[in-house]
C-alpha cells in the first residue's frame, strides 16, 4: 500500500526563499508555511521488489493521482515499444509547455530520434546504441544548408531524448542510460560570426526601401524592418502588434504577445504569450521610429486597410514575403544579407556603440537577466585589459 507524507517549511512569500523568522532575512516579505506530498510504495522491478518514492506535489490528491498514474504505466510498460512511449511524454508535456516548444520538440524526434529507436524496447537499449546513432547523426548533412549537423545541435538532439529518458525514468522505472555519455565538447568547433547591420548598412538598406516607386513596400517595409532594427524585438512580437499597441504620447510600444507559426494544428498561426516573463515589456521609441510608423498607420488608414495586425491587417505579414524583400533591398543597397533574427543582434550591437550599459541592453531585448545578455553580447562590451588601463590612465592623470 502507498504511504503518503507531507513535509513542511516556511519560505518568503515575495521571493520563495527558505527561512525559519517570520519574516526573510533576504527581501523583508513575510513568510508563510508551505508543504510538498510525497509517496512512497514498493515496485516490482524485473522480479525484484524495490522501494520508490514520487515526491514535490502541492497536494494529497496530486500525489495519488501520480501514483494512479505511476502504476498503471508500468502495468501496461511491458506492451510498448519507444514511439508508444514517446507519444505518452508528449501529452503530458502538452499541459504544461507552449505548443512551439512541443512542436520543435515533435520535429526533432521525428527527424532524428524516432526513425532509429522508435520500434525497439527501451528497457533493450544499450550505450553501444545510444554512442552508434550519435555517431550517424555527425555524418548527417543538413538539408536546408548541405553542412554537417553542428556540435551544438546534435547535443541539443540528445538533451531532448536526454529529457524524454527521464520520464521514462520516472514511471517506468527504466534507468537514463544517456546520463553517462558526455555531450560532444564545443571547443574544437569553429565558432559562427554574430551577423548584424552598423548603423551605415542599415541606412543603406532603408534609402534602398524608400526608392521603391511600390508604394505599399514603401510604407510598410520601411516600418517593419525600422521596428526590427530600433527595438531589438523578436520578429515573433512584432508580428503580433496592433496600432494600439504604440503610446504616441509617450513613445513606447507594448510588447505583451508573440505570434507563432509552428503549431500542431493546421492553423497558419497562433498568438501566445512572449518567451518570458521578462519579455513583457515597455520599449521606448526614438523619434525617428516614431514618426515612420505614424507616418504608415495614416498611411494605412488613408488606404482602408484595417484588422488586428499592424504589419498585415487581417493576417499578420507573411514571413516568405520579408524575407524576400530583406533580400533583395539589401542586394540593390550593395549590402550583405543577414537573417530576420539578426536585427536583434543589430540593436543589441547599436545600443552597445552608443554606450549603454548591460542592464538597458537587456531590459529592451526582454532578457531573462544581465548574464543571457553578456554570454550572446559580451565580445561587444568595450571591456578589454588595455582599454581599461587607458580609462584609468585617463582618470588618474
Not at 25 to 35: E, L, Y
Not at 351 to 374: D, E, F, Y
Not at 377 to 389: A, G, M, N, V
Amino acid at each position: 500500500m502507498p504511504s503518503y507524507s507531507l513535509r513542511e517549511r516556511r519560505e518568503c512569500a515575495c521571493c520563495h526563499r527558505a527561512s525559519r523568522l517570520n519574516r526573510c532575512g533576504v527581501c523583508g516579505g513575510d513568510t508563510v508555511i508551505v508543504g510538498r506530498w510525497s509517496v512512497r510504495f514498493q515496485h516490482n522491478v524485473g522480479g525484484k521488489v524495490v522501494n520508490k518514492r514520487l515526491s514535490g506535489f502541492q497536494s494529497r490528491q496530486e500525489a495519488e493521482c501520480a501514483y494512479n498514474d505511476f502504476v498503471k504505466q508500468s502495468a501496461i510498460s511491458t506492451t510498448k515499444n519507444f514511439e508508444d512511449i514517446f507519444y505518452d511524454y508528449i501529452n503530458k508535456i502538452s499541459r504544461t509547455l507552449k505548443g512551439a516548444t512541443i512542436y520543435n520538440k515533435c520535429n526533432i524526434f521525428k527527424l532524428h530520434i524516432l526513425p532509429y529507436f522508435g520500434k525497439k524496447r527501451i528497457e533493450n537499449i544499450t550505450k553501444y546504441d545510444i554512442l552508434s546513432w550519435r555517431g550517424q547523426l555527425m555524418e548527417l548533412r543538413s538539408a536546408k544548408t548541405n553542412r554537417e549537423y553542428s556540435i551544438k545541435y546534435i547535443n541539443n538532439i540528445r538533451a531532448e531524448l536526454c529529457a524524454f529518458l527521464n520520464f521514462v525514468q520516472e514511471y517506468y522505472d527504466l534507468p537514463n542510460i544517456v546520463l553517462n555519455i558526455k555531450p560532444l565538447k564545443r571547443n574544437c568547433e569553429k565558432v559562427k560570426e554574430m551577423n548584424f547591420y552598423d548603423f551605415a548598412e542599415f541606412k543603406k538598406l532603408l534609402h534602398q526601401i524608400f526608392r521603391t516607386k511600390n508604394e505599399t513596400k514603401r510604407e510598410l517595409y520601411s516600418a517593419f524592418f525600422s521596428t526590427l532594427y530600433y527595438t531589438g524585438a523578436r520578429v515573433g512580437e512584432v508580428l503580433a502588434l496592433s496600432d494600439e499597441d504604440i503610446d504616441f504620447d509617450k513613445n513606447i510600444i507594448e510588447i505583451n504577445k508573440s505570434l507563432t507559426r509552428k503549431t500542431l494544428n493546421d492553423d497558419k498561426y497562433k498568438i501566445t504569450s512572449p518567451k518570458n516573463l521578462s519579455s513583457i515589456r515597455r520599449i521606448s521609441l526614438p523619434n525617428n521610429l516614431s514618426n515612420i510608423l505614424k507616418s504608415y498607420i495614416e498611411w494605412k488608414h488613408s488606404n482602408n486597410i484595417s484588422g488586428h495586425f499592424l504589419f498585415g491587417g487581417d493576417s499578420p505579414l507573411n514571413s516568405y514575403s520579408y524575407t524576400l524583400a530583406l533580400k533583395k533591398y539589401s542586394k540593390l543597397a550593395h549590402i550583405k544579407t543577414i537573417r530576420i533574427h539578426d536585427f536583434r543582434h543589430s540593436h543589441a550591437s547599436l545600443l552597445i556603440n552608443l554606450g549603454a550599459n548591460v542592464m538597458l541592453v537587456s531590459k529592451r531585448l526582454g532578457h531573462t537577466n544581465t548574464q543571457q545578455t553578456l554570454n550572446t553580447y559580451s565580445h561587444l562590451f568595450p571591456s578589454s585589459e588595455k582599454e581599461i588601463i587607458k580609462l584609468l590612465n585617463k582618470m588618474c592623470s
